[in-house]
């Protein structure tokens, strides 16, 4: 019934959230949750807030819900996935989540295990991702 939910109204983590607080459950039944959300330097993809992605932005209670609440692992990619290191973004993170979730780590590059989070006060933070730490390149 939830998945069939899910599939009917899909949207930026706002179903997920819906379904852990209709069926508490559902935090344990997914073997794993691919979230293409978040970004991890603050630039976000949203005119009107220039530091947020758009799913943790449309509904940052949500996207907090979901990483609070859910009981299996959650693999995030972040907008900036496909940022290059000459700063060009190419528009095919969605695509990127999808291949994880297929291909698992055939793909990826970096894997960190990090507690995150979603701020939610705040006139310029609120929708911010927020990880445990962003020196994961110096541990």
Not at 2 to 14: E, I, N, S
Not at 41 to 63: C, L, R
Not at 66 to 86: D, G, H
Not at 87 to 115: C, N, P, Q, T, W
């Amino acid at each position: 019934m939830t998945a069939l939910f899910l599939r009917k109204f899909p949207g930026p983590l706002t179903n997920i959230a819906l379904a852990l607080n209709l069926d508490p459950k559902f935090a344990k039944r997914p073997t794993e949750t691919v979230i293409m959300g978040g970004n991890v330097y603050g630039i976000g993809n949203i005119d009107a807030k220039h530091t947020a992605e758009f799913n943790f932005g449309a509904d940052p209670e949500a996207a907090y819900v979901v990483l609070e609440r859910m009981r299996c692992p959650l693999t995030i990619v972040p907008w900036e996935a496909t940022c290059f290191e000459n700063d060009d973004m190419l528009g095919f993170v969605d695509e990127v989540a999808v291949a994880y979730a297929l291909s698992g780590d055939k793909i990826v590059k970096k894997h960190r295990m990090l507690r995150a989070s979603v701020e939610l006060s705040g006139e310029y933070t609120r929708h911010i991702f927020i990880l445990q730490s962003l020196l994961w390149n110096m541990v």
